[in-house]
């Protein structure tokens, strides 16, 4: 199990959680960290399952669990489907786009599902032009177009 983050009087889970809590904080936006919810409710076939999803913001009223590298979470996948079938479509997964695409769009965070979206994208832009290593000092307007045709825009639900 990964080693947990000390850091502002809090435990953090890995880094993206660090992170969004500085955007959050630095950003003054209002937020719950680990909020708990109860996901199936405690029967005779078994106890309670409960998710602690990273953040609540109560003012938009949405929830958002970070994500970190590209990974099957079937299990994330799960919890999420059990969550919107009890309180709809407030939780969102999100990832840190990369540092080019940041500075492009200026926003920090996107949809996790966008995040691998953008990540394929890359692969066929580097493949096509045959590109080594970093993209951010050629000419992506290509890329660029290619992302906005196919809507991966930034979470600006913050």
Known sequence: MPKKIE???????NEYE??????LTGKDIE???HKKVNLIPESE???AVDWNIDF?????????????????IAYEYLKKRLFQEKFGDKIHFIAQAPVWY??????????YEVKNKIETLVRWFKK???????IDKFDISELIEKIKEKGLMPFYKI
Do not use: A, M
């Open 31 to 33: 937020f719950e960290y």
């Open 128 to 134: 096509k032009y045959e590109i080594k290593g970093r």
């Open 7 to 13: 850091k502002h009087g809090q435990k953090f889970d």
């Open 102 to 111: 940041q500075k492009t769009f200026g926003k920090v965070w996107v949809e």
């Open 45 to 47: 076939h078994g106890k």
């Open 56 to 72: 609540y913001l109560p003012e938009q009223d949405i929830y958002i669990d970070t994500k970190g590298l590209n990974k099957t």
């Open 18 to 23: 660090l992170s969004f809590y500085e955007y």
